[in-house]
């Protein structure tokens, strides 16, 4: 069986400025080259570090049928993303990330494994897709 390396996730967006801006402020993505399309918009980021990982921001194709709504958009909150679809990044500086996502008024939860050492903090971005920080790389859930 051939060996399988994640490439990039892809989040579609009615606005890819406005996701982009908050994966590069909020996760300090950086933009990389991206493709130039001439009927849709995108933005492909990368994670400092991580030079083999994309994130794909790519504007939603009005004419394709709506994808299940995403769990910020339907008012759950972030409480329910421990068992829901959610993207999950580790940090350094846990602290610091949440001072400065409560800074920015954004609506968490957070939690700690069992293990009593690793926190967790989950939200939203404003596409409604659900986020996960932690305090330390803790592989699979």
């Known amino acids: 069986m051939a060996t399988l390396q994640l490439n990039h996730v892809a989040r579609e967006t009615d606005d890819v400025h406005r996701l982009a801006a908050f994966y590069e402020e909020v996760l300090g993505f950086e933009r990389v080259a991206s493709p130039n399309y001439s ?21 939603r194709d009005p004419a394709a049928a709506p994808a299940a709504v995403a769990p910020g958009a339907t008012g759950a909150p972030p409480a329910q993303l421990p068992r829901r679809h959610h993207l999950a990044f580790s940090v350094a500086d846990y602290d610091g990330f949440l001072t400065g996502l409560k800074a920015r008024g954004t609506d968490v939860f957070e939690k700690t494994q069992p293990d009593g050492r690793t926190r967790q903090v989950f939200f939203f971005d404003p596409d409604g897709n659900g986020l996960e920080v932690t305090s330390a790389s803790t592989g699979d859930k």
């Open 39 to 59: 009927a849709f918009q995108v933005a492909w980021l990368r994670l400092p570090g991580t030079p083999g990982v994309a994130l794909h921001i790519i504007e």
